[in-house]
């Protein structure tokens, strides 16, 4: 089976999460290649592709704008082509299933059938930081789903998630940040600590920063992926009106995990049973 896997990633959790699960569907003997959704990317050719595999982070409880642009730039097909969504969020709420409205919705309209909906736990690049510990006990999260999920796209099973109406109310709500990230982008500011390496210019997705006289100059088009802030070596981006909320530098996720009373304060019941779900046990 031929499967393409598109995604957008701001700060790496869904690039990874889609390379790992790419990875096992290659070892199980299936033909793969992964996109990233990228302003300087080149289109994938979708003609003979059996299985479409589409991942992005939540952004305010929906798909990140580039995503949506993305999908519904998509050739019309008659084929009804199988899909899933494969996403990734800092917090194991239901309410994350939210995201998956609109691009089902758009998906349908190109001729796409999206068959289920998988979603990883990994850690946050906004808000807070998490734990080195919390990271590694999301990174085993993901690990003890692969085989499953991987089992579940190369036997083209069907599963549905649940979504309420308040989960529709949510989604529509938070699709304000749609329309406020590009204006809250523009106030993006490097500080005095900023060197000019570049970096923020060649991670953004968006191509929304030009370094201009050794400084970053951030234009109209930012999504608020973080990839910026996260990744500055200097830490000297100022993410405007997120700078109480910014999380700054990679994880490493090679700590030991998270035991059960580690298990980080904040939704601590939604993490314990997100990971318990992965390892098979019953709250
Ligand atoms: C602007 C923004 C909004 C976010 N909104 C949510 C959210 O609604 N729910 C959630 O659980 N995580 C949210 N997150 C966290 C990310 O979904 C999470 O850290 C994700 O794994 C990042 O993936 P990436 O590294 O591929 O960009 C948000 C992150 C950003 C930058």
């Avoid at 793969?32 to 990228?38: D, E, G, M, N």
């Avoid at 996403?87 to 001729?111: C, D, H, Q, V, Y």
């Avoid at 500080?191 to 991670?203: A, L, W």
């Amino acid at each position: 089976m031929k499967i393409v896997c598109c995604y957008f990633s701001g700060t790496g959790n869904t690039r990874w999460a889609c390379e790992a699960l790419l990875q096992q569907l290659a070892e199980n003997g299936h033909m793969t290649s992964l996109f990233s959704i990228r302003k300087d990317t080149e289109r994938p050719d979708l003609t003979d592709c059996d299985c479409l595999l589409i991942g992005y982070p939540v952004h305010g409880f929906n798909a990140p704008t580039p995503v949506l642009k993305f999908l519904k730039s998509l050739r019309k097909t008659q084929k009804k082509t199988p899909c899933y969504l494969v996403r990734t969020s800092g917090e194991p709420l239901k309410l994350n299933n939210a995201s998956g409205i609109t691009p089902k919705r758009i998906l349908k309209r190109r001729g796409y059938t999206v068959y289920g909906e998988f979603h990883y736990v990994l850690p946050y690049n906004i808000i807070f930081r998490h734990s080195d510990g919390m990271a590694a006990r999301m990174k085993l999260g993901l690990e003890l789903r692969l085989p499953a999920d991987a089992q579940k796209i190369a036997l083209m099973q069907r599963f549905q998630v649940k979504r309420g109406p308040f989960c529709r109310l949510v989604s529509f709500v938070c699709r304000v940040e749609h329309t406020a990230m590009p204006l809250i982008g523009r106030h993006f500011k490097a500080t005095e600590t900023c060197v000019g390496c570049g970096k923020c210019e060649s991670v953004c997705p968006q191509k929304n920063i030009h370094i201009c006289d050794g400084k970053p100059v951030f234009g109209k088009a930012c999504v608020g992926c973080m990839g910026c802030v996260f990744s500055c070596p200097k830490d000297a981006i100022h993410p405007a009106l997120f700078e109480g909320w910014k999380v700054n530098g990679a994880y490493s996720f090679d700590a030991p995990p998270a035991a059960d009373g580690e298990v980080c304060k904040y939704c601590n019941k939604a993490y314990l049973r997100y990971f318990h779900e992965g390892e098979g046990r019953n709250n």
